[in-house]
């Protein structure tokens, strides 16, 4: 390994920010073995110090419970570091070897088995693509079996630069290894409830080992957002890592991305301040926030990262509710919710005339009840879709508003979550989340969370009747699931044609969730829409309106959405093949149906046996009593001639 000194000039910066080696000292624990530039300006590439943003880097890179497996591949999402404005997307593959396998065998190394993970930190969301690269680089790596050679390491850098360079984010590539049919075929109907419950941004936690099986189902969930996974997920990963018990206490709170406050004209400021007090500081109906730093140098912006003021006092950061109590906590993030054009003092009537006028543009007739199901059609990628700056959201949108303003605003993604972020769970600061974890501490704290998805099983628990009846799908619901369910799983066996198709393939099941979104969003729009709205779940719309998503999609005009069809893809009369969905979804889903399902299997298979039971102690009978009569006849019949003799 190099020695820490002073390092040579570093590459030009490209899409990877660094190659860092993570392992497992047996008495230090992870940590960082190499890093490629350094990881702090100044340092050697053999330092161990960790940015304070990053110091759970070791953590997510070596996965707990990774001595279980002989490799495995994470991904993961590092908050920005100051001066940069968004998420840092992780890849790492790990693997083992045994220590006496090694060629150069280090004093540092005690135990039987050597651990260690091969790590890319990129400013672009090219999971898959990134792991095809360097697995094969870490098996290149661990074939050398001395890991002071880490000359591989630097080409590994300078070849990702120089081919993902001019990577575009608008393609199949963005997604590859993340397949949604796997994902049909494993969740089946329960899918579109995982989409739903994103959509409400509920707290979701994600389970299963190891680790790739884990990354690999919850991304592969984001991606059926439109937009999500190449532009949603910017500011995915704006947590604190925790310093100590006392700070903690004190909640000292982030600067916001710059981006994150807008530039608006004199009349979006007028309309906004109608809900300010005297004293400017009081929130519009909770969305004064996002205007308080308009027009602010970036320069400015970087003076006051992590917690630094600028001179002129202008500058105003997101002030953390007062906790009265732990109870309070959850309700106080209500508070937190900036949208600048949703004012309670208003009554709702601006925005009600907003969309009132999107709707005018709209098409009133609804789609036939006899119409068949909208097919999506392939669309060639022509890479020259328009995408503009969310004057709210600060992503980069499409004409329809896409991707939306999920994990934004204090709303976490993160793949894999190591134990050490355990306390981000409760965090007053964390709106909510999706995250995954393989250590079962996790899984047992129910509290924490308001649905654990137990991938292994395909199990979706959600802890509060009222969410499990606001999820409960409606019958076009059903349909819809039912329709990818069936194309899913036909000519699956066929080795050579699986997944190569349109119809069941990967693209055509993320068309569909993207036109299913696209009907919701223009239904939303219309007026006297209760009846279009209750095919997507009454409950379910009014909750879903509440949500900070919703609340910047809508405070902005889509007239894309003019030319789409407001009415669900699957509605219609009710027949009787609903009413066998609906019985078949009860029995799956439902604890009652499980019991209900697994009473009748026992009963059909107790039947069964005591048929054959009774079937062979009745014949066993029948020819005992044959054999009896044959051989009294037989006897009979000698003495009868005995007797005549």
């Avoid at 009600?352 to 006899?370: F, I, R, V, Y």
């Avoid at 969003?521 to 007026?527: G, Y």
């Amino acid at each position: 390994m190099e020695k820490r000194g002073a390092p040579p000039a570093a590459p030009p910066r490209g899409p990877v920010l660094h190659i860092v080696v993570v392992g497992f000292h047996h008495k230090k624990g992870c940590q960082v073995e190499f890093s490629y530039p350094p990881l702090k300006p100044g340092e050697g590439h053999d330092s161990h110090s960790l940015p304070e943003e990053w110091k759970y880097l070791p953590f997510l890179a070596l996965p707990d419970g990774a001595h279980n497996y002989q490799e495995d591949t994470v991904f993961f999402h590092l908050p920005p570091r100051c001066g940069d404005q968004t998420t840092v997307y992780g890849v790492s593959c790990y693997r083992q070897i045994e220590a006496k396998a090694l060629k150069v065998r280090q004093a540092d190394i005690t135990r039987e088995t050597v651990q260690k993970s091969v790590c890319v930190l990129s400013q672009l969301p090219l999971y898959g693509l990134l792991q095809a690269k360097l697995q094969l680089i870490t098996h290149a790596y661990f074939e050398e079996k001395d890991f002071s050679q880490i000359s591989i390491l630097k080409e590994l850098y300078d070849h990702m630069n120089s081919s993902l360079g001019n990577t575009s984010l608008e393609g199949s590539q963005v997604y590859l290894g993340l397949s949604p049919r796997d994902l049909v075929l494993h969740f089946r109907h329960k899918v579109l409830i995982l989409f739903k419950l994103i959509l409400l941004e509920k707290k979701v936690l994600f389970y299963i080992s190891p680790v790739n099986r884990l990354v690999g189902a919850l991304m592969t969930v984001l991606s059926l957002f439109p937009g999500m996974i190449e532009h949603g997920l910017t500011d995915c990963s704006q947590y604190r890592p925790r310093k100590s018990i006392s700070e903690d206490a004190g909640l000292q709170e982030n600067t916001p991305r710059l981006d994150n406050y807008v530039s608006l004209s004199a009349a979006d400021t007028s309309n906004t301040n109608l809900g300010m007090g005297k004293g400017g500081r009081k929130m519009a109906g909770n969305h004064s926030l996002e205007i308080q730093k308009a027009n602010v140098p970036f320069s400015q912006s970087e003076k006051t990262c992590n917690g630094a003021q600028s001179s002129n006092g202008t500058v105003q950061r997101l002030k953390v509710p007062s906790r009265t109590s732990p109870a309070s906590s959850e309700s106080d993030w209500e508070t937190l919710d900036p949208n600048i054009l949703e004012e309670s003092n208003l009554k709702g009537g601006e925005g009600e005339n907003t969309a009132s006028e999107q709707a005018e543009n709209l098409p009133s007739e609804g789609m036939s009840s006899e119409s068949p199901p909208i097919t999506v059609q392939p669309q060639a990628n022509t890479g020259h879709m328009v995408l503009v700056p969310g004057l709210i959201s600060g992503l980069e949108e499409d004409q329809y508003g896409m991707p939306l303003a999920i994990f934004t605003k204090g709303y976490l993604c993160l793949p894999y979550m190591a134990l050490q972020q355990h306390h981000l769970l409760s965090d007053v600061t964390v709106r909510g989340f999706v995250a995954g974890a393989t250590n079962i501490l996790f899984r047992q704290q129910k509290h924490l969370s308001d649905a654990i998805v137990e991938i292994e099983d395909a199990h979706v628990q959600i802890h509060d009747p009222e969410l499990r009846k606001i999820l409960n799908p409606t019958t076009a619901d059903l349909r819809f699931a039912d329709y990818l369910v069936k194309h899913v799983t036909e000519n699956r066996d066929d080795v050579f044609l699986d997944g190569t198709g349109w119809e069941g393939g990967d693209e055509w099941i993320r068309a569909q969730f993207s036109a299913y979104l696209h009907a919701l969003l223009a239904a939303v729009l219309q007026p006297d829409n209760e009846k279009t709205l209750s095919d997507f779940g009454t409950a379910f719309v009014a909750a879903w309106k509440n949500t900070h998503n919703y609340r910047v999609w809508n405070s902005n005009k889509h007239p894309a959405l003019a030319e789409v069809n407001s009415s669900h893809p699957f509605q219609g009369q009710y027949s009787v093949s609903d009413v066998k969905l609906r019985l078949s979804h009860s029995v799956q889903n439902s604890e009652r149906g499980k019991k209900i399902g697994n009473v009748m299997v026992s009963t059909s298979r107790n039947v069964v046996q005591t048929g054959k039971a009774v079937g062979q102690s009745v014949g066993g009978a029948f020819t005992s009593a044959k054999s009896a009569m044959s051989s009294w006849f037989s006897t009979f019949t000698q003495s009868t001639q005995s007797l005549g003799d």
